[in-house]
Each structure stands twice: as C-alpha cells, then as structure tokens.
C-alpha cells in the first residue's frame, strides 16, 4: 500500500493494485477498478514514484 494525501490534509493507504489510472485534470485523479475516484495533494509524477518504490 502506499500512503497518499487527500486535498483536505488527511492521510490515506491505497492498493496500487486497484489503481486504474491516475490523471492530472488540475488535481491529480486516481480512479480505481470499481469506479471510484480520489483527488489528492500529490503530483502525478509523486504518485507514480510511491508505485514504482513499493
């Protein structure tokens, strides 16, 4: 899992392996296989990072 900020400043563990895809539109976007979407803090580049380490 890897640990992520929501635009409201809270903390969040995600599953890379539910991550469809991630998007900046002007906040960065995760959508995940069953729909959901999640706008965080981070940079598109920063999110990609946090995968590729994990």
């Known amino acids: ?4 900020q929501r635009l409201d400043g809270k903390i969040i563990y995600v599953n890379e392996d539910n991550i ?3 998007e900046n539109l002007p906040d960065t976007t995760i959508t995940f ?3 959901m979407k999640l706008r ?3 940079s598109l580049e920063d999110v ?3 995968i ?3």
Not at 1 to 4: F, G, K, R, T, V
């Open 48 to 50: 990609l990072k946090k």
């Open 52 to 54: 590729n380490e994990y």
């Open 33 to 35: 296989l069953n729909g």
């Open 20 to 22: 469809q895809w991630v």
């Open 40 to 42: 965080i803090k981070e």
């Open 1 to 4: 899992m890897i640990s992520l």
